[in-house]
């Protein structure tokens, strides 16, 4: 049990420190390009500098803020989006035939298996100006000219809520699975709607799976990359993007730590949740 | 209980599976496309597998697929080993010193947006290469500490799940019987959790084989992945080789996943009948 705590301390606890620290010093044009926070200042003394800068670019450009405000609306409505999507068929598939509930999981997981970057690929040709919607829509005469899809924010949206669709089902399958049917049944003989006795039954019932899955849909698609990068277009305001954009192109090292700490102390309350919906989940299934 | 569903939840069902298979198969058709512009059917020309011999002569393409292929294979056995330790420790001692701190390490990797936990690692390798002069420069070892270091999260979640559910009457028997910790756990607890540990050792695999953000971020000159070349070709539109990547990708990993499941669903009655 050492080996495995020593090892997350060394690699995932340490450095969030190291970025907090980085995220105070000055940019320089050195490699790597920061300067160090603590300086020999004279013989015996140790001077700290603690650069304010960074933050202070994040809260006054409207680049940063806008960025973060436009991350957490999109992370927002895709989440919503694939509850929609999601509910309903967790649902279906937690209440059919065992063997058919085992080909439909399988066929939930599989694209979680492929690769997401390769998925994405897959939406730049159905949705560019010659591509797969466009040919079929222009070929069955519904439109005239090509609709422009590829490189919005719709693009984007379709990509989140497609990546990750499945990791909302999976959670709330588990969570559905273990339901007690025989409430619904006991309802409706007792001259519940249907309706009535999923808002009143099974929605309540299931409120920790929607939790846990919405919080890994949300938790990630706020920090999101690829996705905006690829089918965003340029106009894609999305944190994640602005945090790699400033390490990869702009070299602003201190900067972009910047970013990943506010970024990391609005996440952590959500993950705080999850862990404790998680808890709460497992302590029921005893 | 009875299985009927309502039309409703049908139509549901099939319009999110064609939700999240069309694209797939899109890519699956279009490999056969013998045209340049990937999503123009050239029907004169198709089905070919012109792309096929293209992507296996495409130096660039297997180099990548060489140097991932070994990140993840050392990642998904190391991955494996600490992400069992893990799991193991948080599934049979309720009570210890740091459990809540090991519990929400293992929990946060699951969640962290990859570009933070990318740039952490970036700069932990800088800052250690400053103090200690190690890792000298970034590549394939500084890529796997990374891979490693949210692939175990994964392993220690399935792990510990599998651990969770099953009966400690039998390692106490056996230990009641005389025998050692050491020759419990390699004889009772290890093949119980084999499964877990298999599919754990093939969910680290395809993490690192798939990702990019964290490559990119603690990756060196000459060491880079293939989701990193295929992203930087990507970024400059449609080819139809990705698309053969994406057919052979699909082939092996669904090839593999119905193999694993049909082994397990096998095993699962055996242990039934028994």
């Known amino acids: 049990m050492a080996l495995p705590y020593l ?8 450095p969030f420190i190291i970025v907090l620290k980085i995220s105070f010093s000055d940019i320089d044009l ?9 300086e020999w200042a004279g013989k015996h003394s140790l001077a700290i500098k603690l650069n304010f800068d960074n933050y202070a670019l994040l809260f006054t450009d409207s680049l940063y803020l806008h960025a973060f405000a436009n991350s957490i609306k999109v992370a927002f409505l895709s989440t919503l989006m694939c509850l929609v999507i999601g509910y309903p068929m967790a649902y279906g598939i937690a209440r059919a035939k065992p063997a058919t509930r085992n080909v439909l999981l399988l066929l939930v997981i599989l694209p979680f298996w492929t690769s ?5 690929y897959a939406w730049i040709g159905l949705l560019k100006a010659n591509g797969v919607i466009n040919n079929v829509l222009l070929s069955l005469g519904i439109i005239h000219e090509p609709l422009t899809m590829l490189y919005t924010p719709f693009a984007m949206y379709v990509g989140i809520v497609y990546s990750y669709l499945p990791f909302l089902i999976l959670p709330l399958y588990a969570n559905l699975e273990k339901m007690d049917w025989q409430l619904l049944e006991a309802a409706e003989d007792l001259g519940c709607r249907p309706w009535q006795a999923f808002y009143k039954i099974t929605l309540p019932l299931s409120r920790n799976g929607i939790l846990a899955g919405s919080m890994l849909v949300f938790i990630p698609a706020v920090g999101e990359f690829v996705i905006p990068a690829l089918l965003g277009g340029p106009n894609a305001l999305m944190i994640g993007r602005v945090l790699w954009d400033e390490f990869f192109s702009n070299r602003a090292w201190p900067v972009a730590s910047a970013v990943a700490i506010l970024l990391l102390i609005l996440l952590v309350p959500f993950m705080m949740w999850y862990q404790s919906v998680q808890a709460r989940e497992s302590a029921g299934a005893r | 209980m009875n299985y009927r569903s309502s039309f409703f939840i049908l139509t549901c069902i099939a319009f999110g599976f064609a939700f999240l298979y069309i694209p797939i198969l ?11 512009l990937v999503t123009v059917w050239d029907s004169a020309h198709s089905p070919t597998l012109k792309w096929y011999y293209a992507l296996l002569n495409n130096e660039e393409i297997l180099d990548a697929a060489w140097i991932s292929l070994k990140v993840a294979v050392i990642n998904a056995t190391g991955s494996v080993i600490l992400g069992v330790l893990a799991g ?7 009570q210890f010193r740091g459990r809540f701190t090991l519990n929400a390490m293992t929990t946060a990797p699951l969640v962290m947006p990859e570009v933070i936990t990318g740039l952490s690692l970036l700069l932990l390798f800088v800052a250690l290469e400053q103090l200690i002069g190690w890792p000298a420069g970034r590549g394939i070892t500084t890529m796997t500490i990374g891979h490693m270091t949210f692939s175990m999260a994964y392993v220690t979640v399935i792990v510990n799940s599998r651990l969770a559910s099953f009966d400690t009457a039998l390692e106490e028997a056996a230990m009641d019987l005389g025998a050692r910790p050491f020759k419990i756990f390699f004889v009772i607890t290890l093949p119980i959790i084999f499964p877990a540990i298999l599919s754990g050792w093939l969910l680290a695999f395809t993490l ?31 080819s139809p080789e990705i698309n053969v990547l994406a057919t052979i990708t699909l082939a092996v990993v669904s090839t593999m996943i119905v193999a694993v499941s049909v082994w397990m669903a096998r095993r699962a009655k055996l242990d039934q009948a028994a």
């Not at chain 1, 997401?116 to 994405?120: D, I």
């Not at chain 2, 899109?26 to 490999?31: A, E, G, I, L």
């Not at chain 2, 690192?208 to 000159?221: A, E, K, Q, R, Y």
Request: net charge positive; charged share 15%; proline share 7%.
């Open chain 1, 116 to 120: 997401l970057l390769l998925r994405v």
């Open chain 1, 7 to 14: 090892w997350l301390l060394l690699f995932f606890v340490v």
């Open chain 2, 88 to 94: 193991f420790g948080l599934a049979r001692f309720r």
């Open chain 2, 26 to 36: 899109s890519m699956v058709v279009f490999s056969f496309n013998a045209s340049k």
């Open chain 2, 208 to 238: 690192s084989w798939d990702d990019l953000v964290i490559s990119s971020f603690t990756s060196g000159p000459g060491s880079s992945t293939l989701p990193m070349v295929v992203f930087s070709k990507v970024r400059l539109g449609v």
């Open chain 1, 30 to 38: 050195a490699i790597p390009p920061y300067k160090p926070l603590l």
